[in-house]
């Protein structure tokens, strides 16, 4: 292109920062199997874990739920060097994840091999991990529904609902939060938003010495809350690195009180 400043043809470079898309499509620009695969994750060879099934203290049985473990672990990443060895398919140089063969960690041909020869380009970091997925669908869904299906019993279950009521008619709510906790299994994305910002204020409606299991959770919200609160935000004009430092100490601070709790 023409330069005015330099007053000639120049050779402009732009260089590739990030993809942005779902998780499907991010699954096929990597060029590994889809989020319903046993390996799903494009950073990291975390297992996709099915549930157990659990029961109360009365010995009545429950939903299942993902134990807390599984979350928790750090598990190994998927390098570069991991995706490039997977589309040329010499597979076996893969190094062994937790004794599982390379063959079966997910890996697909989907033409993304091509994508691999920018140098620059690393399939696992420059594929942004939507906050949609990991907070409201991830953290937020796994708490809500590990509160309200293994926690709560029935009279502790309609107290938070009519607590909830209350806030229905909220100008800052962007809908109207009309759907009955037990069916949370099934919210979406903004329900979770909505129940994430009012959930940790419900510490008053628990204050009995009847409310154990509630009382244990209200610290967990809270710190949901903060989190949220500082990955909601639209642009960071000025101090990005202190920002970064905010969300990481908020990660560590809700998953120390989670594991505590």
Known sequence: MFSAEHERMVLVIAPLL????DNPRHAEVCGIKMPSSVYPCR?????KYQGIQATNEAGKRISKVVPLDTILLRYDPRTRQDYELAS???????????GISAVNLCYKDTGSYALLLLSFFDPAMDRPVEVLHTILLGAAKYLVKYLVKNLLDKPSLDRLTAALK???????????FR????????FLGWDFKQLIQILPIM?????????HNAQLMIPVFKRLGLLSSLVFVRAI????ERYILNVQ????????VGVMK
């Open 18 to 21: 990030f993809i942005c898309a």
């Open 43 to 47: 950073k990291c060879y975390q297992m």
């Open 88 to 98: 040329s398919g010499t597979y076996n140089e893969i190094p062994l994840r937790n």
């Open 166 to 176: 209350k806030h229905e008619s909220s100008p800052a709510y962007s809908r109207t």
């Open 179 to 186: 759907h009955k906790l037990q069916y949370c299994g099934s």
């Open 203 to 211: 510490e008053m409606e628990f204050s009995g010495p009847g409310y």
């Open 237 to 240: 004009h000025a101090n990005a």
């Open 249 to 256: 100490e908020a990660v560590v601070v809700l998953w120390v």
